[in-house]
């Protein structure tokens, strides 16, 4: 009634949220488009999208109004058979969200997620080959995109860090898990890679000993679980 009297964007909204409730994708639409054009009209149709089981568009919906959680939650579910087509769509968000002015940290967190998604494409390739390294550089590269955005998250430096010893850059490794120990001096998984530098270093004493540092901290840590097979 109040639509027929006295039509408002806060009507329409709460009409199509209501008939998306109910499961009627086609009146949610109609109210829906007549909507000027917002992050919520994009969010509406794309979950009128997903409940027609259009994928895709729901994904180019979700990533113009634009929303992280849904986005990242489709790249989850792509990367189970295809990383690197959820790396793309992840990059897409990134892209999205630096344009938009979004908080740095919101566009770390994307990068980070990138690096992760490299790295499950990394482990598809032929260990050592030419294009497994290069998914590695670029998890590498994204790391450290998201170190340089939010220089005082932990994660995002322990994961550089791992990503660079991984490649043999172990000068770089160190410096990056001595960092996230100077943010958190509680870092398991720092004191831990600093140990397995250590390690690979030939310096068995002083792996042991952030062993026992990092240890008090977190047993249960998987850099203090691989640093304990190393030093067998």
Do not use: C
Request: net charge positive; no cysteine.
């Amino acid at each position: 009634m109040l639509d027929r009297i006295a039509p408002a964007s806060y009507v329409e909204v709460s009409l199509a949220q209501a008939e998306l409730e109910r499961g009627n994708s086609a009146a949610a639409q109609r109210y829906t488009l007549r909507l000027p054009g917002s992050p919520v009209r994009d969010e509406l149709l794309a979950r009128i999208a997903l409940m027609r089981g259009e994928a895709l568009l729901a994904r180019e919906y979700f990533l113009a109004a634009p929303d992280p959680d849904a986005v990242t939650a489709a790249a989850e579910e792509l990367a189970v058979k295809d990383p690197a087509a959820a790396y793309s769509l992840e990059k897409l968000l990134q892209v999205r969200l630096a344009t938009t002015g979004t908080h740095p940290d919101a566009v770390a967190q994307t990068y980070w997620r990138m690096g992760r998604l490299a790295n499950r494409q990394a482990w598809r390739q032929v260990p050592g080959s030419a294009l497994q390294r290069a998914w590695l550089r670029r998890g590498l590269r994204d790391f450290e995109a998201a170190v340089n955005l939010a220089p005082f998250s932990e994660r995002y430096l322990v994961a550089a860090a791992n990503q660079a010893d991984q490649l043999g850059g172990r000068t770089r490794a160190k410096q990056l898990f001595a960092q996230a120990v100077d943010i958190d001096p509680g870092s398991a998984d720092a004191l831990a890679g600093l140990g397995v530098i250590a390690w690979e270093q030939g310096d068995r004493s002083r792996a042991q000993a952030y062993l026992t540092r990092a240890r008090a901290f977190d047993p249960h840590s998987l850099m203090v679980r691989a640093l304990e097979r190393d030093l067998r």
